[in-house]
T-cell receptor, first 114, second 115 residues
């Protein structure tokens, strides 16, 4: 079974530039999550999708971050404009359904904003 | 507030020995899941073990086991016969709403297994 795919693995941008991350969940997984992991901390949920609908985006900085999951499959997370404090690893995860099931994570994208 | 606390930022253990990582959490839920995830340098979070709060029996997965104390809200991970490949960050995680969603993670414990 193929795992959660993310790209790119690494990205370096200057502040005020824009960046986009892509995630392809495990086939058949209805729930998709984007987490932000700042160095030295545990991951923090940014947004959760159930199919192509948003379930929770309470911690997403909506003035600069946006995410979509068209057709309920792959997803894109965008930052525009980026700030220095956005430097982090962005992890995508998926689970079969919303509920008490295991979430599977991708390898993440390490973003450095200079 | 529903939080997860890992009080050991770093730990080290000799190969083949046993090590225990601690985790405490806070919740008003009565039924929930608790998780330990491993994050090696490759950055991919890998589920190590899961415990269902309504089950009194502690979960076990090969060399990994938990000591779940519901009343104390404690969820520690024991790694037996430590191997070099166990070197990684370990995160305790907990879904505040009780379901396996919107996981709240602790700050992690960096475990180093020495040869």
């Amino acid at each position: 079974e193929a795992g959660v795919a993310q790209s790119p693995r690494y990205k370096i941008i200057e502040k005020r530039q824009s960046v986009a991350f892509w995630c392809n969940p495990i086939s058949g997984h209805a729930t998709l999550y984007w987490y932000q992991q700042i160095l030295g901390q545990g991951p923090k949920l940014l947004i959760q999708f159930q199919n192509n609908g948003v379930v929770d985006d309470s911690q997403l900085p909506k003035d600069r971050f946006s995410a979509e999951r068209l057709k309920g499959v792959d997803s894109t997370l965008k930052i525009q404009p980026a700030k220095l404090e956005d430097s982090a690893v962005y992890l995508c995860a998926s689970s079969i359904r919303q509920g008490r099931t295991e979430a599977f994570f991708g390898q993440g994208t390490r973003l450095t904003v200079v | 507030a529903q939080t997860v606390t890992q009080s050991q930022p770093e730990m080290s253990v000799q190969e083949a020995e046993t090590v225990t990582l601690s985790c405490t959490y806070d919740t008003s839920e009565s039924n929930y899941y608790l998780f330990w995830y491993k994050q090696p340098p490759s950055r991919q979070m890998i589920l190590v073990i899961r415990q269902e709060a309504y089950k009194q029996q502690n979960a076990t997965e090969n060399r990994f086991s938990v000591n779940f104390q519901k009343a104390a809200k404690s969820f520690s991970l024991k790694i037996s016969d430590s191997q070099l490949g166990d070197t990684a960050m370990y995160f305790c995680a907990f879904p505040p709403q009780g379901g396996s969603e919107k996981l709240v993670f602790g700050k992690g414990t960096k475990l180093t297994v020495n040869p």
